[in-house]
């Protein structure tokens, strides 16, 4: 049983890491402005779903092996980049086609976010840094602490990058009757998953 004070100590922490922008916000508002609202909720409920596995993956110890395996490291870094690319190519091709493209349906968004989220090595090492701070081995189960303060984290995180979303989205939903702004859309949409690409190649363990 996690003690009350420590996961109130636990709750601002954890929100004032959700409200720092990264790669999880910025790709929510690629998303919302991509395909809209229901697509941003969407990539935020996935986001937030891999977050929950890197707390459960920390709890169990798999993120430590990850972290001490510099070849697994830039292994999951560098499908992250490829996967980044192959989304901004495709949100490149999508704008350039028409403003009544179809949108990303949500439970591809949803994939997406999940995907992007589980690629990114910093996550597990940001788990592995953070959350045991807060896990004491004499309040009962250590996985089953994790798993708690991994879903007060996803949760916040979800809630706030789905906000990022919907903002965008709506932003994006005005815009995308204009074939002009339609294409720009799609770049803008290409450009943050191309940075969030770029910003993941150029990191470095530790």
Not at 32 to 57: M, Y
Request: charged share 10%; hydrophobic share 60%; glycine share 12%.
């Amino acid at each position: 049983m996690i003690d009350p004070v420590t996961l109130l100590a636990f709750i601002p922490a954890a929100l004032a890491l959700n409200l720092t922008p990264g790669a999880d916000m910025m790709f929510c508002l690629g998303q919302g402005l991509r395909s809209g609202p229901k697509a941003a909720v969407a990539a935020s409920a996935g986001i937030s779903a891999g977050a929950f596995f890197h707390a459960a993956a920390a709890g169990l110890g798999l993120s430590a092996l990850i972290a001490a395996l510099p070849w697994a490291f830039d292994a999951i870094r560098w499908l992250g980049v490829a996967y980044l690319l192959w989304l901004a190519l495709q949100s490149l091709r999508g704008g350039a086609v028409a403003s009544d493209a179809p949108p990303v349906r949500a439970a591809r968004a949803f994939r997406d976010g999940l995907l992007v989220n589980l690629t990114n090595p910093k996550v597990i090492l940001f788990v592995l840094a953070f959350v045991p701070q807060f896990v004491d081995p004499a309040n009962g189960a250590v996985l089953g602490q994790f798993m708690i303060f991994g879903a007060v984290l996803s949760f916040g995180g979800f809630i706030i990058n789905a906000l990022v979303g919907l903002f965008a989205g709506g932003l994006g939903r005005q815009l995308t009757g204009n074939p002009v702004f339609a294409r720009w859309l799609g770049r803008i949409s290409a450009g943050i998953f191309a940075g969030l690409a770029l910003r993941l190649a150029l990191l470095e363990k530790g």
